[in-house]
């Protein structure tokens, strides 16, 4: 898997990734969560012109996952990544993740942050193993109360979600200090 940034013909290649990465929700119960519609191009565009969408891409660099971020109250916020299910449990979220954590500590970022279910094997769950910690009320800074707020409008509060951090160590080459 090489990791590099998206390029503008990708996109809907992205969308793909993020439909196919959405189907295991309905094995779950959150059909509704399998059948939203990816982000639109142009969303995906905001990110890769920033300079923060990048891809996996697999042998014949085609993309397989992907993750957008911005930056949120000085931390490195991860927007989305998505693994294709042909491409699950091979490392590729962690990749994308510690690519995200080099490109926050360049940018003199501390952290990641990101929102995710709660009680989804794939999500909370993965990203505690990966060193980051859920926040509390007291914990959440201005961004993230917003995000949380737009998420709540868009009906994913529907199921328990959570924000989490993740503290990057500067020099450290490695997700969080994670290897």
Not at 14 to 21: I, N, S, T, W, Y
Not at 122 to 142: C, H, I, K, Q, S
Not at 151 to 175: F, I, S
């Amino acid at each position: 898997m090489r990791i590099r940034p998206a390029s503008p013909g990708e996109l809907p290649a992205l969308q793909d990734v993020e439909r196919a990465a959405g189907a295991p929700f309905r094995d779950l119960g959150m059909a509704e969560i399998a059948d939203d519609d990816p982000p639109a191009l142009d969303e995906l565009e905001r990110y890769r012109a920033a300079g923060r969408c990048w891809v996996a891409a697999d042998e014949r660099d085609r993309p397989v996952a992907y993750v957008t971020a911005e930056p949120v109250d000085g931390a490195l916020h991860v927007e989305q990544v998505s693994v294709h299910p042909r491409a699950a449990r091979r490392g590729v979220g962690r990749a994308l993740l510690a690519h995200a954590a080099g490109h926050a500590r360049e940018q003199g970022l501390t952290a990641l942050t990101l929102t995710t279910f709660a009680d989804v094997p794939w999500n909370a769950p993965y990203y505690v193993r990966l060193g980051f910690r859920t926040l509390t009320g007291p914990d959440l800074t201005p961004g993230l109360r917003r995000i949380r707020a737009e998420e709540a409008a868009h009906g994913l509060d529907r199921w328990p979600r959570v924000c989490m951090r993740l503290e990057l160590r500067q020099g450290d080459g490695t997700l969080g200090g994670l290897s």
